[in-house]
């Protein structure tokens, strides 16, 4: 079955620093990846997607890394802010199955300041 | 409207009862999404509406759990019989279309007693 995992449950980075956040999956067949940011009581909210025809894409501070050989996806966060404490989860959706995304469990970052 | 949109926010129910969660969610989004967060843990998938076409109810846990889409916006989640098993956040997300990251509600908080 599909299996989308984090190698880290909590990582703690001191405020400035870079972050990575990283994300393993098992499913040869999946094509398109997210990450999402979780503050506390809210929902995912949407950070950055990828594609598997890529293997890097950056945005405002993020960049997601694919690496198919190896099945592993993972999340930097530059000069880290307070503000990116949050639980940051992988989510991975099979090739022509768009109905729904795979979850990975979650990593918690801490950011010190 | 702006974002999606659940209710209640929080719901606390005695164990045996029928709850109702309820989901607006962004107009024009023709997918809509539950998902079960359980404290700690990823997103687990229930239930998937697409325009018109038969919901993907795999993901529900039971037959206790039941989902209607009405008009192809607003959408109830109704949980008969609660069991304390239940508790947990039920997030709601839409999507313009699918195969495309979702926007996610903040959720509704249950608690089962």
């Known amino acids: 079955g599909e299996s989308v995992g984090l190698h880290l449950p909590t990582l703690s980075v001191q405020e400035g620093d870079n972050s990575i956040i990283n994300c393993a999956y098992s499913?040869?067949?999946?094509?398109?990846f997210i990450w999402y940011k979780q503050e506390s009581g809210k929902g995912p909210q949407f950070i950055i997607d990828?594609?598997?025809?890529?293997d890097k894409r950056q945005g405002q501070r993020v960049t997601v890394l694919l690496n198919k050989t190896v099945k592993h996806l993972s999340l930097q966060i530059a000069a880290t802010q307070p503000g990116d404490s949050a639980v940051y989860f992988c989510?991975?959706?099979?090739?022509?199955?768009?109905?729904?995304?795979?979850f990975g469990s979650g990593t918690k970052l801490n950011v010190k300041p | 409207g702006a974002g999606v949109s659940q209710s209640p926010s929080n719901k606390v129910t005695e164990k045996g009862k029928d709850v109702e969660l309820r989901c607006d969610p962004i107009?024009?989004?023709?997918?809509l999404y539950w998902y079960r967060q359980s404290l700690g843990q990823g997103l687990e998938f229930l239930i998937y509406?697409?325009?018109?076409?038969?919901?993907?109810k795999s993901g529900l846990p039971s037959d206790r759990f039941s989902a209607e889409r009405t008009g192809g916006s607003v959408s109830t989640l109704t949980i008969q019989r609660t069991q304390q098993e239940d508790s947990a956040v039920y997030l709601c997300?839409?999507?313009?279309?699918?195969?495309?990251?979702?926007?996610f509600g903040s959720g509704t908080r249950l608690t089962v007693v």
């Open positions: 499913n040869s067949a999946s094509d398109y």
């Open positions: 107009s024009g989004h023709t997918a």
């Open positions: 989510a991975e959706n099979i090739r022509n199955n768009f109905n729904k995304f795979y």
């Open positions: 997300a839409s999507s313009f279309e699918q195969g495309h990251g979702y926007t």
């Open positions: 990828i594609r598997s025809n890529m």
């Open positions: 509406f697409q325009g018109n076409s038969a919901p993907d």
